[in-house]
């Protein structure tokens, strides 16, 4: 039997700001995570519809795995006759079908997985029905499955595909003790549609922009050629994913990499900075213009470091406070942790670099207006 694929984990010994294939396949923590990059798509850069589309597609790709190997684990569990008898060919393509098996880069590795599922699902229906035609010869209860709703058996979800996340672990048995397929091959025809009339054709909930090339072939293979296997969607998904990487994400990066703050804070930061500035050099010149003594000049440095701090935050997008203890924004007054190891350093770096800036300005004025001389008027 298969194996689950394991969830991919996290490279907390990485040495620099992750790609947007890590970020995508969940392989980064807070604040340059996959949620973080959601909320950034939907609140800065107004493009979730993208997004939403290339997770759509990569669960397709999951539902599609999911379902071929519960196929295989049936076909082994429920037909070990098969290998006794002259039919073989599913039993073969499945037996030979391992998603864990390629070698080489990870990128490279999935385009194969990709091609090599496609490759099976679009030769699987006659498969498929050799098997089942198995099945009955050999007196197996299959019949009572198809009589109680056919390849169907999420008709109490409103006709929609489940999501790969969100099914299962205990799977319903037959008498012969095989699991029943817990993703039927309508599934995958329902996702491949629901991704198509969401997103791609004119005039769609959530239509995105694709080349009208690209549309067509997604189009005709769904509509006119049957098919539902995640290689129509290759080029699509590519596309969106370059769209992602040139537009998006290195603006995501300079807004959760090297900064903490989300547009609403920062220009709050930039409102109270301009307040503090006015403050202190409304109180400097009127200090000076009664001839104030110098220690009482000394309290100046409170509005202008008030200022300088928030005029500086708003400049480089940074709370140093906040960052150095280890917190990032990622909704206005929203707050997560810091968890990605190389990407704390760096803030860490520009919040001390802020903060010697903030002191470094604000006594600069405190100084100047305590020595200016002072005249009564």
């Given at each position: 039997?298969d194996?689950?694929t ?36 939907r609140?800065?850069q ?14 397709h790709?999951s539902?599609?795995?999911?379902y071929v ?12 006759e ?5 039919s ?41 029905r ?10 197996s209860?299959q ?8 390849d ?8 929609r ?8 672990n ?25 991704i ?7 005039g ?11 549309l ?7 509509e ?7 290689e ?61 003594p110098?220690?009482?000049r ?22 140093p ?24 350093q ?9 903060l010697?800036?903030t ?19």
């Open positions: 039997m194996s689950a394991p969830s991919p984990q996290p490279d907390l010994d990485r040495r620099r700001l992750p790609n947007l294939f890590e970020v995508l396949s969940r392989q980064t923590l807070a604040p340059v995570d996959l949620f973080s990059f959601y909320i950034y798509m609140d800065q107004r493009s979730v519809d993208y997004l939403d589309f290339w997770l759509d597609v990569s669960q790709m539902l599609c795995r999911h190997r519960e196929l295989r684990r049936s076909v082994l569990v429920e037909t070990p098969l290998e006794k008898q002259g073989k060919r599913s039993s073969y393509a499945l037996d030979h079908y391992d998603l864990n098996e390629v070698s080489g880069p990870s990128a490279n590795r999935e385009k194969i997985k990709d091609a090599n599922l496609s490759a099976y699902l679009r030769q699987e229906n006659g498969g498929v050799a098997v089942h035609s198995a099945h009955s010869s050999l007196g209860q019949s009572g499955l198809q009589g109680n709703g056919g169907r058996p999420y008709n109490n979800n409103n006709g595909p489940p999501r790969a996340s969100l099914m299962s205990n799977m319903n048995r037959t008498n012969s003790g095989s699991p029943a397929h817990t993703v039927a091959r309508a599934d995958l025809r329902a996702s491949a549609e629901k198509l009339y969401t997103f791609l054709l004119p769609s909930e959530r239509e995105i922009i694709l080349p009208q090339n690209l067509n072939d997604i189009i005709a293979s769904i006119e050629d049957g098919r539902d296997d995640p129509v969607f290759d080029a699509a998904k590519d596309y969106t994913f370059q769209a992602m990487e040139r537009d998006a994400f290195p603006g995501f990066l300079r807004s959760k990499a090297l900064g903490n703050l989300v547009p609403p804070s920062s220009f709050l930061r930039l409102c109270l900075g301009l307040l503090g500035i006015f403050g202190g050099f409304w109180a400097g010149f009127a200090c000076i213009f009664l001839n104030k110098k220690h009482i000394c309290w100046l440095i409170l509005p202008f470091t008030i200022g300088v701090y928030c005029l500086s935050s708003q400049q480089y997008r940074i709370d406070v906040l960052a150095l203890a280890g917190l990032s924004e990622y909704t206005f007054m929203n707050w997560s942790r810091i968890r990605e190891p190389f990407v704390r760096l803030l860490n770096k520009r919040a001390l670099m802020v010697f800036i002191v470094l300005i604000g006594v600069c004025l405190t100084v100047l207006f305590i020595f200016v001389p002072g005249k009564r008027l």
